[in-house]
């Protein structure tokens, strides 16, 4: 069984880090583990911590549903697809990202920034999907 979990989390996380298309953004020096999940009706909830190494960021994406998410350690710069500055957010604060809003999560510190985030997803949903790259310059 915990084989088959390791499977399926590592088969998750490629397909959330991996570029799908030619237009994706693809993002670099992000790794993420899963650390629970539970579906309950037609509701997927995911616990997962993700590390930005410094310089790293997530690549352009969206969600299907609202994820929360808590600032572990670092900093995390967090831009929406209209080049708008959405949030400096630091160790301790706590953010929320709306279903469907396109953004881009970059770590511009000299340290790793460490995230716990709670997606809740429609039952099925992948934890991203990408979004083509808004011409923004990061």
Known sequence: MRKTCTIFAASLLAAVLLPSTASATPGSG?????LAQKTIGHTDYTLREITVQPGGYTGWHFHDGTLYAYVKAGTL???LADCSLDGVFTTGRAFTE??????????????????????????????SEDAPDPGCGY
Do not use: C, F, M
């Open 30 to 34: 992000v790794t993420g583990t899963i």
């Open 77 to 79: 710069t967090h831009n």
């Open 98 to 127: 709306k279903p469907d809003q396109v953004h881009i999560g970059r770590n511009l510190g000299s340290t790793p920034l460490v995230l716990e985030v709670l997606y809740v997803l429609p039952a099925g949903s992948p934890l």
